[in-house]
Each structure stands twice: as structure tokens, then as C-alpha cells.
């Protein structure tokens, strides 16, 4: 293995180049010391044009998540009961030789289908997330896993509307005179965009935040729209209707490169600030003066995050949003349009990765209904229960919707459940077994980024952590052993990097493995700054920006832009609501993505899960800051301290997320009360689209 040679060079300081795995659109270019074999510090790579040599809060604590006392340093096979949390360690040839003929006896009973991989973005890199765990599982048979949790709400509706999910150039924001952060907590979920939008500001731009919550982004902003959570469609509607209405569209940009102009001028003359403003909770007045500085601005700059599509018109909402700039042609100029993604115009040779071809036919399980698949004989979908469960990158015991039904499943006596994990996790509590895996520090991968355009390459600092092996290492092992062809797992993981740039796709010209070598990351072949649809372009099957879509209508969706509500708006949901009646967001904590780094002291800092409510609503229920209470609804609740505070809005319970269910007081967490219901595009979670009632915790 490529890991194996480069850690035993002793003594002087050595300095490698890599890459943040993370969960994020930043994807850090990050620099590594390491002294006699072990990694002193780690810092943001200063030459690098967006990390510009800073670290978040939480990767500045990496090499504390490396070493950490309680990393998994071998196999573990379980000697108790399941989820009793006890195992034994046992040598990774027992350990992989149990695996693969159990898995083996269970293709021959039920079929591969009975096989359900469980991976999301715990890595990001292509080489750990996505090559030889694919080809392992597409050349089994395995059921599919549809890979929906966090984005793909939002993907398809800028594919509608767009038709690639590429966006405005970051880079160019100081030439914005308008930024709307829209959804997003920048400085908690994105903060290497910070600097770029201050850029724009002290360039005289208004900044503003539309968010049902002040965040620390809102804080930091011009203005604060304490929007209602899932109406932003219904907003960015009436801000059309304001454009239209004083003719502050640009007409040339719009018949070159929009279809369906007359159609949304008329649907937009349906949504006067008036309408919008009970919707949204906004004053009209309000709403009508965003519609002209938007309109008159020369290059607004509107980032939205995913934060606003986890609701049931999460895909409507953000392809609503992104008709925005085509229609005042903000794509012409350096600052302006919309971003949500760049992960588009990563071209890399995914398919000879992760050769999906060969496990074309087999059936497809949504992971936002994992509770359902685990729980239901034929998996919710048709075909065998599910009998195997191999969890990798992923925590779904605490991050997968409807936490209870999932739990109940990863309990069943008759599931066998493999986890590859840095730390004993709620889910791994539940295995059958227990595989350590490296962390980024100790193997070779290749990142893509989603919120700028640069590939970055990250090479292994260290040795792996006790016996610890990459995700692609185990992967091959076990497909040897299952006696899938070889030739799928010749590849080490240098290899496969390679194979990732093989693509032939004019985005990677320039984009070589030398390169990446000597410079850690390379910026894509892309003109500076990179203005996607400044002469059209787009990537839909008109190949304009399509305000009209049919393929929208095809699948029985409105085909222009609309306000499709949340399902637990209170007012569409009003025998719910008055049980209970709070809307719940929990988005992430500052100090944790997602659920890792939750069990990092220095940035747990002794904190237990809170939740913030407004002062009325807390007033209303008799309930006072710092008590501890329980927030609930009829699918399970969850327990929290309360922070009385007018930095959400009425209405509105905010529970910073997401915690380890074995570091709450209940055991519990936000996704104990959140349902597994499907947006309307991607059919993906509606984690901010549920009704709770927070009561006192006795
Ligand atoms: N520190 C840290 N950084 C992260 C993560 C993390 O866990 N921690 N997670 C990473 C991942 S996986 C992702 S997907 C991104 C997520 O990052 P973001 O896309 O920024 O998403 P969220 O933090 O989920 O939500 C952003 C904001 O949207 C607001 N919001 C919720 N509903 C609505 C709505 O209907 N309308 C509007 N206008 N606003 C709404 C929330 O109050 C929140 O402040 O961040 C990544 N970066
Ligand atoms: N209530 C609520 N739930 C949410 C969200 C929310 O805002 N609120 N956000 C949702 C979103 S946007 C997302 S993206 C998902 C995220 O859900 P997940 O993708 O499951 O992310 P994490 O919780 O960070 O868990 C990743 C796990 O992967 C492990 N890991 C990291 N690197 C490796 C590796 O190289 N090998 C192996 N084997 N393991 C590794 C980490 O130790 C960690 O335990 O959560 C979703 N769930
Ligand atoms: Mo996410």
C-alpha cells in the first residue's frame, strides 16, 4: 500500500499537502507538519485562492480527532447482545473471512438486494466515497442506495431550471453591489466565502440574510429577513412581480437565453408583495423594496445553501430562486447570478470508478426512508427484506430522518450490520462488527468541491492509526474474498486517482496528477472568474434558462415557478398545528458538521443540546431560559435546554444539530421527532418541515 512507505521517513520536519474531507463546500487545500512520523499541526494553505491559509473552528482540531484516545484502532466483532456496545477485537483476516461468508449465505438465501450499502459524506473524496466500495456493492448486486439526505431537493431544481448545477463565481464577488445570503449560515457552513463577501461589501454592497433564524451570518449582515421557514418561493415570486411590474427586467438577456418568459409574467402577476407578505411573514413594503434592489442592481450575488430546500417545495423553491438572475441578465457580470453548486463542472471519470453499469438492474432504496427499508418485509420497495446493512462515511443511528424507526431496525435480532467508522458511534453500537478506518491523514484521495472550482489532491501524512485501513483497502479485501472478479480490485487507490482524471473532459485540461502532486490543487480549466451563462449556455434540453419546463410538467409538477408550502406550514397543516404548533429547524452547530466532531471535548465544550425559542412563545408556555425542556410531537421527542432569545422568529424552534444520541441526557436528538417524508423534486428530507410543541421537561 501507497500509505505504508511515506511515514517511515524519520526525524526532520516533513510538510504534506492535503485535502479537508469534509462535508462543505470550501474543500480546504490543507498543509500537514509531521515530525518522526507524527502530524504536529495542520493548517489552511495560504496560496490556495479560497482557503487562504485559514481553517475552520472544527478542522483546526483534526489532529485531536486523529489521535483521540477513543479512535478504533482494530476490528471489533459484537460478544453481547445487539446494541449492548460489546465487542471483542478480533484479527481483520477473522474479521473479513465472517463478513464475506455471511454476506455470502445471505445473497444465496434472499438474493444481493437483500444487501443495502449506507454511505454518505463522512469523506468526501472520490477515492474513499466513491470507487472501490461502488464497484464492490454494483458488482454484488446490492440493493442501490439513492444518495438523497442533503442536496438533491435543491440539484434537480437547478437542473430544471439551469439544467447543470455550476453557479456564480465566488471569486468574483468583490464586483457584486448586491449579496443575498439566502438560506444559508455562511460563516458556520461555508465561512472561506466570508472573505470574499466582505470584499463586496466594503465595495459598498448590501449584504443581506434571509433566514427564519439571526444567526451568526445574520448577525454579521446589513439586514436580517426573518423569513418564514419554506416560503422563500413565495418571496422570490413577488420579488418577479416587483421586476416585471416597474420593468426592471433585462429584455434582450431574456429573449436570448430564457424560455418561457411571457408564461412567468404572468404567473409572477399573480404574487404582489400583498399576497406574499402573510406567507412569508415580511411586510409587503418590505418585500416590494427587495424586488427593486434587486432588481436594480448590475450584479447580485445570491447564495443559497441547502439549509432552504429541506422542506416539501425545497425543489421548487430553489429552481424559483435561480430563474432570479436570467431574468434581470445579472449572468453577464462578474459577481452576479445565483449559487448553489459548482459541483458540475467536476468532470471526472466517475463511471470508471465506481462502474455503476454493473449493477444497473438492481433495485433502489431511498436512504431518507432507511426507518421504512429496515422495517418493512419487502424493504418499502418490492423485492427482499433487508438483511445486511454495511454503514460507511455515514451515522445514520443519528442523522437519518425518524430516528426511532431506524433504531428499531438497526435492532433487529436478524439484520447483520457491518460498520467502517473512526469512533464508536451510536450506529456502530448496533454492528454485528466493527471495521476501523483511516482518517484523511493516513490516505490517498482527490477532491471535488461544491463551492468553488479548484481539484484538490490529498496525500497520506501519516501511518494509518493503529490497524486501521482505508475504505477502499477493506473494500477490495472483501471483494477477493467474495470472489468477485479481480480485476475490479487491481487498483490501488493512486491508481484510481489517476483513473478520476481520465476523464478527457476539457474542465481537467491542465488538471494532471504531477501537478496535483507538486501544488496540492489545481483550479479547473476554467476562465477567471468563471461566468457560466454570460452568453447562455445552459445546460437544459432547450439549452436556455427554462422559466417554462417540461420536464417539470412531465413529472406532474407545475412547469413554471410556484410556492409549493411545507406540509407542516402551520396553516396547511391546522389539526396538526394546533397540537403542536412550533416549527423546528435544526441545523447544524457552529462546532459540528453534522455528527462528527460531536465527540471532541474542545468543541463539545461541555455544552448539552439546546434548543431557542422566541420570548413570546416561551411566555405563552411558561417556560424560562436555561430550563431544561422536551421537545416533541407524535413520532418521538427530544431533550434540550432552553435558550430564550429574539434571534429566531416567532414561531420558530431552532436545535443546533446534531448531537450523538449517547451525549444527550434521553439518548435522543432532533431526528427522534423528524418523519420520513420526500420533497417535492430529489426526494429528499424534509428535516425543517416539521411541527413540534416544547414543553417543560418534567
Ligand atoms: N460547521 C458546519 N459546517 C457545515 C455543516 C455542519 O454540520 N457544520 N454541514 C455541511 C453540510 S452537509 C451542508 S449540506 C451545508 C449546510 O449548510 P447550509 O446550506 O448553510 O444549511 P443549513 O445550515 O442546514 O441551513 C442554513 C440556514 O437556512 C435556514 N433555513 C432553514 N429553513 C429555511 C427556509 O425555509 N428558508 C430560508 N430562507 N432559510 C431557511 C436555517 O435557519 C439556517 O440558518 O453545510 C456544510 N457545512
Ligand atoms: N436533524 C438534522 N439531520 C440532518 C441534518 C440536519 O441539518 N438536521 N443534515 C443532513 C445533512 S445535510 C447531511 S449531509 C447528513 C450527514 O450525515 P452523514 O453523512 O452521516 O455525516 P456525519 O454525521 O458527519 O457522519 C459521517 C461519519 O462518517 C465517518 N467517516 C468519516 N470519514 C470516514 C472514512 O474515511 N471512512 C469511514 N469508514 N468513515 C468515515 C465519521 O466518523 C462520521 O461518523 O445529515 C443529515 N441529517
Ligand atoms: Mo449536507
Same mark, same amino acid.
Given at each position: 500500500m501507497a500509505t505504508a512507505t511515506r511515514p517511515d521517513t524519520p526525524s526532520s520536519p516533513q510538510v504534506v499537502r492535503g485535502a479537508c474531507p469534509h462535508d462543505c463546500p470550501d474543500t480546504c487545500a490543507t498543509v500537514v507538519t509531521v515530525v518522526d512520523g507524527k502530524a504536529t499541526s495542520i493548517r489552511g494553505d495560504a496560496d490556495h485562492p479560497v482557503t487562504a491559509g485559514f481553517l475552520c473552528a472544527k478542522v483546526n482540531r483534526y489532529l485531536e480527532r486523529t489521535y483521540h484516545p477513543e479512535r478504533l484502532t482494530?476490528?471489533?466483532?459484537?460478544?453481547?447482545?445487539? +446494541?449492548? +456496545?460489546?465487542?471483542?477485537?478480533?484479527?481483520?483476516?477473522e474479521a473479513l473471512d465472517d463478513i464475506a461468508s455471511r454476506l455470502r449465505a445471505i445473497v444465496d438465501t434472499h438474493g444481493a438486494e437483500a444487501i443495502l450499502p449506507y454511505s454518505y459524506a463522512g469523506t468526501m473524496g472520490m477515492i474513499q466515497a466513491e470507487s472501490v466500495d461502488r464497484r464492490f456493492f454494483n458488482a454484488l448486486g446490492a440493493s442501490r442506495l439513492l444518495r438523497t439526505i442533503c442536496s438533491t431537493a435543491g440539484g434537480e431544481g437547478l437542473l430544471m431550471t439551469n439544467g447543470t448545477k455550476v453557479g456564480a463565481d465566488g471569486e468574483a464577488l468583490a464586483q457584486s453591489d448586491l449579496v443575498l445570503l439566502w438560506g444559508t449560515n455562511t460563516l458556520t457552513a461555508n465561512p472561506h466565502l466570508w472573505p470574499f463577501i466582505l470584499q463586496a461589501r466594503a465595495n459598498g454592497a448590501p449584504v443581506i440574510c434571509i433566514d427564519p433564524i439571526r444567526t451568526r451570518t445574520a448577525e454579521q449582515c446589513d439586514e436580517w429577513l426573518p423569513i418564514r421557514p419554506g416560503t422563500d418561493a413565495a418571496l422570490a415570486l413577488a420579488m418577479m412581480h416587483v421586476i416585471f411590474d416597474e420593468g426592471l427586467e433585462d429584455r434582450d438577456y431574456m429573449e436570448r437565453h430564457t424560455l418561457g418568459g411571457d408564461a412567468l409574467r404572468v404567473r409572477a402577476s399573480e404574487w404582489s408583495p400583498e399576497r406574499a407578505a402573510p406567507i412569508t411573514g415580511l411586510p409587503a413594503e418590505r418585500i416590494r423594496e427587495l424586488g427593486r434592489q434587486y432588481g436594480t442592481s448590475r450584479a447580485a450575488f445570491v447564495r443559497i445553501n441547502y439549509g432552504l430546500q429541506r422542506h416539501a417545495g425545497g425543489g421548487m423553491a430553489v429552481r424559483t430562486i435561480?430563474?432570479?438572475?436570467?431574468?434581470?441578465?445579472?449572468?453577464?457580470?462578474?459577481?452576479?447570478?445565483?449559487?448553489?453548486?459548482?459541483?458540475?463542472?467536476?468532470?471526472? %471519470?466517475?463511471?470508471? $470508478?465506481?462502474?455503476?453499469d454493473l449493477g444497473a438492474t438492481a433495485r433502489s432504496i431511498n436512504m431518507v426512508r432507511l426507518g421504512e427499508a429496515l422495517n418493512t418485509p419487502d424493504a418499502g420497495v418490492g423485492g427482499p427484506p433487508v438483511q445486511a446493512l454495511v454503514v460507511y462515511n455515514s451515522n445514520p443511528a443519528d442523522i437519518a430522518p425518524d430516528r426511532n424507526a431506524v433504531l428499531r431496525g438497526l435492532? @433487529? /435480532?436478524? !439484520?447483520?450490520?457491518?460498520? !467502517?467508522?473512526?469512533?464508536? &458511534?451510536?450506529?456502530? #453500537?448496533?454492528?454485528?462488527?466493527?471495521?476501523?478506518?483511516? &482518517?484523511?491523514?493516513?490516505?490517498?484521495?482527490?477532491?471535488?468541491?461544491?463551492?468553488? %472550482?479548484?481539484?484538490?489532491?490529498?496525500?497520506?501524512?501519516?501511518?494509518?492509526?493503529?490497524?486501521?485501513?482505508?475504505?477502499?483497502?477493506?473494500?477490495?479485501? !472483501?471483494?477477493?474474498?467474495?470472489?468477485?472478479?479481480?480485476?475490479?480490485?487491481?487498483?490501488? #487507490?493512486?491508481?484510481?486517482?489517476?483513473?478520476?482524471?481520465?476523464?478527457?473532459?476539457?474542465?481537467l485540461d491542465g488538471v494532471t496528477w504531477d501537478r496535483l502532486l507538486e501544488q496540492g490543487w489545481v483550479r479547473l480549466n476554467l476562465p477567471k472568474p468563471y461566468l457560466p451563462f454570460?452568453?447562455? +449556455?445552459?445546460?437544459?434540453?432547450?439549452?436556455?434558462?427554462?422559466? *417554462?419546463?417540461?420536464?417539470?410538467?412531465? !413529472?406532474?409538477?407545475?412547469?413554471?415557478?410556484?410556492?409549493?408550502?411545507? @406540509? /407542516?406550514?402551520?396553516? /396547511?397543516?391546522?389539526?396538526?398545528?394546533?397540537?403542536?404548533?412550533?416549527?423546528?429547524?435544526?441545523?447544524?452547530?457552529? *462546532?459540528? $458538521?453534522?455528527?462528527?466532531?460531536?465527540?471532541?471535548?474542545?468543541?463539545?465544550? #461541555?455544552? /448539552?443540546?439546546?434548543?431557542?425559542?422566541?420570548?413570546?412563545?416561551?411566555?405563552?408556555?411558561?417556560?424560562?431560559?436555561?430550563?431544561?425542556?422536551?421537545?416533541?410531537? #407524535?413520532?418521538?421527542?427530544? $431533550?434540550t435546554l432552553l435558550r430564550v432569545e429574539d434571534s429566531v422568529r416567532e414561531g420558530v424552534v431552532w436545535a443546533p444539530s446534531i448531537w450523538w444520541g449517547k451525549y444527550s441526557r434521553d439518548g435522543n436528538n432532533p431526528n427522534s421527532v423528524i418523519g420520513q417524508g420526500e420533497t417535492d423534486l430529489g426526494r429528499g428530507p424534509v428535516f425543517y418541515d416539521t411541527l413540534v410543541e416544547v414543553s417543560a421537561a418534567d
Open positions: 482494530t476490528p471489533l466483532r459484537r460478544v453481547g447482545p445487539k +446494541g449492548s +456496545g460489546t465487542f471483542a477485537p478480533v484479527s481483520w483476516d435561480a430563474c432570479l438572475p436570467s431574468i434581470v441578465g445579472h449572468w453577464r457580470r462578474p459577481g452576479g447570478g445565483v449559487q448553489l453548486s459548482t459541483s458540475g463542472s467536476f468532470t471526472f %471519470n466517475r463511471e470508471a $470508478l465506481a462502474r455503476p435492532a @433487529r /435480532e436478524d !439484520l447483520f450490520t457491518v460498520v !467502517l467508522e473512526h469512533f464508536q &458511534t451510536n450506529t456502530a #453500537d448496533w454492528a454485528d462488527y466493527v471495521l476501523p478506518a483511516t &482518517t484523511q491523514l493516513e490516505h490517498w484521495d482527490i477532491h471535488f468541491a461544491y463551492g468553488h %472550482n479548484y481539484v484538490t489532491l490529498n496525500q497520506p501524512a501519516i501511518a494509518p492509526v493503529g490497524l486501521s485501513k482505508p475504505n477502499s483497502e477493506i473494500f477490495r479485501q !472483501l471483494g477477493r474474498r467474495m470472489g468477485l472478479p479481480a480485476e475490479l480490485f487491481a487498483d490501488d #487507490d493512486q491508481a484510481l486517482i489517476r483513473l478520476a482524471l481520465s476523464s478527457g473532459h476539457r474542465n454570460a452568453d447562455g +449556455g445552459f445546460g437544459t434540453p432547450s439549452k436556455k434558462c427554462e422559466f *417554462y419546463s417540461e420536464r417539470m410538467a412531465a !413529472l406532474g409538477l407545475d412547469p413554471l415557478p410556484a410556492f409549493i408550502p411545507p @406540509r /407542516e406550514l402551520p396553516e /396547511e397543516a391546522p389539526e396538526r398545528a394546533a397540537r403542536f404548533p412550533l416549527m423546528l429547524i435544526s441545523s447544524p452547530r457552529h *462546532y459540528f $458538521l453534522n455528527s462528527t466532531f460531536v465527540n471532541i471535548a474542545s468543541l463539545r465544550k #461541555d455544552a /448539552e443540546p439546546e434548543c431557542v425559542m422566541h420570548p413570546h412563545d416561551a411566555e405563552r408556555r411558561g417556560l424560562s431560559h436555561g430550563e431544561r425542556v422536551v421537545v416533541h410531537n #407524535d413520532r418521538g421527542h427530544f $431533550l
